[in-house]
């Protein structure tokens, strides 16, 4: 019962945490939250990715409703609902290609090569030109979306759902830069705009691994940590939101550039091809990743900070 106790405040602790971060930034967290349970609950991947899943829904709904009470507005629900609509099928696509391509591994180092230097813009972002003349910044507008800029910020959208079905990398991680660098929105507003559409995409793939694991004797085990998780994630969907208000776009947008670097690392594989190639021993890969992740974007934070120090573009 003690051991019981422990590992339930632990889950909704770690939960909480991430759910902060997660809310703040418009990501599920499950880049974190996937190797977490894995490593230290034992459970198999394909548990950890569903429980992962579903426990993002809470902090979906949750930073939605907060964002929602938000004066004035933060949620742009028609970019959101267009979201939707170009994630789903993107998913939907990415699972029947991963099935059939017989090198869809290729594909991880493609779309890492490509994040890569948007991890780099968004953590080396100095200033933001945003503003009217009064220094008040500015909101961006549907209306205001040039066709171009809309059907390219769709079809990035597409691929960012492609991602998730085909490489198991959250739909957020892809959607929020592609908010912020394509359509010009301010950092939080993709961040509030994402978790919008989180709640829309998590809901599909959550009711997808219910309805398969209804028929194995796993179902028990994914409900409990999904809650478990879920119970942090509410309250780190409660708290993050409101630190996202009261710190600038700036260093929202670096902390998400930060923290993207993970993601990319994670599914390029690069961790296991350092220290484990052979794939046996998913601790040793996990470790890798995270040394990579801090080897990499902690000296391009030190770097960046003193660039915004000095004024330096």
């Known amino acids: 019962m003690q051991e019981l106790i422990i590992e339930f405040v632990l889950i909704v602790g770690i939960s909480v945490a991430i759910g902060i971060v997660a809310a703040m930034t418009g990501i599920s967290g499950g880049a974190f939250k996937t190797p977490l349970l894995i490593i230290l609950f034992a459970l198999t991947a394909e548990i950890a990715s569903a429980a992962s899943l579903l426990s993002a829904l809470f902090v979906a709904v949750v930073s939605t409703g907060a964002y929602y ?30 099935t059939i391509a017989a090198h869809a591994h290729v594909l991880r180092y493609v779309f890492g090569i490509i994040l890569f230097p948007i991890a780099l813009k968004l953590l080396f972002a100095i200033s933001d030109t945003r503003k009217n ?38 739909g957020g991680t892809i959607i929020v830069p592609v908010l912020c660098i394509i359509l010009r929105f301010r950092m939080i507003v993709a961040a509030a705009t994402s978790m919008f559409t989180m709640i829309f ?29 879920g119970i942090g994630m ?37 961790g296991q091809l350092w220290l ?27 770097i960046s900070s003193f660039r915004l120090r000095t004024g330096k573009k």
């Open 276 to 302: 484990d190639p052979s794939g046996q021993n998913y601790v040793l890969a996990t470790i890798g990743d995270a040394i990579i992740w801090l080897g990499v974007a902690i000296p391009v934070w030190i």
């Open 69 to 98: 009470r938000h004066n004035p507005h933060l949620i742009d629900y028609r970019v959101g609902v267009l979201s939707v609509v170009a994630t789903i099928p993107g998913t939907y696509f990415g699972i029947v290609f991963r």
């Open 234 to 270: 509410i309250v780190g969907g409660m708290i993050g939101p409101r630190y996202a208000s009261r710190v600038n776009e700036v260093a929202l947008q670096r902390i998400f550039g930060f923290l993207l670097i993970f993601p990319i690392v994670k599914m390029m594989t690069l």
């Open 201 to 229: 995409t998590t809901s599909v793939g959550s009711v997808i691994n219910y309805i398969y694991l209804m028929q194995t004797e796993q179902l028990s085990i994914f409900l409990y940590y999904s809650l478990t998780m």
């Open 133 to 170: 003349d009064n220094g008040i910044m500015k909101r961006l507008r549907f209306s205001e979306l040039t066709k171009k800029k809309l059907a390219a910020a769709i079809l990035a959208i597409f691929m960012a759902g492609v991602s998730a079905g085909l490489l198991g990398l959250g």
